[in-house]
């Protein structure tokens, strides 16, 4: 892996992280002046000061599951733009199992700037796999096992 590769998956870990820490701010400030998010339930939101807002909204309005993510791969459209794709899995509140119903797809777009690599576009949609249970199943296998691992 090279220090590029390395510094994209360090940042959706650390948008994930902002996240499970239910932290708007962080979340917020891993975006681009102008990046845009797409949640789990389709919602969309421009601007990483709106997302910060929106972000802040949400965990005010009730707990949050957190994440657990497997990222599959990171490709470089330009040397100065990436594109990481993920499966995730979520942990509810007071809970220490994956909910199988929960488990999305992530891509995330990040740009290099002055300040590094940021998020241009965060993309999380449900891994239902329609007609294709076993692809379910095996991917809560596996976060399953990741998470047994996290310890």
């Known amino acids: ?35 845009e998010q797409v949640g789990y339930d389709g919602s969309q939101v421009a601007g990483a000061a709106v997302i910060t807002d929106n972000i802040g909204q949400i965990f005010a309005d009730h707990p949050t599951a957190r994440y657990l993510a497997l990222v599959r791969s990171v490709s470089f459209v330009t040397a100065e733009v990436a594109v990481l794709r993920a499966e995730v899995g979520m942990v509810p509140p007071g809970s220490d199992d994956i909910n199988p119903d929960r488990n999305a797809v992530q891509s995330l777009v990040a740009v290099a700037g002055p300040d590094g690599w940021r998020v241009a576009l965060f993309h999380n949609t449900p891994a239902q796999f329609h007609g294709r249970p076993e692809a379910s199943e095996a991917l809560t296998t596996e976060l399953r096992a990741a998470l047994a691992a996290a310890g």
């Open 1 to 35: 892996m090279n220090a590029n590769e390395a510094e994209i998956r360090a940042l959706h870990g650390r948008l994930l992280a902002a996240w499970n820490a239910r932290d708007a701010k962080a979340f917020g400030d891993q975006f681009t002046e102008d990046g």
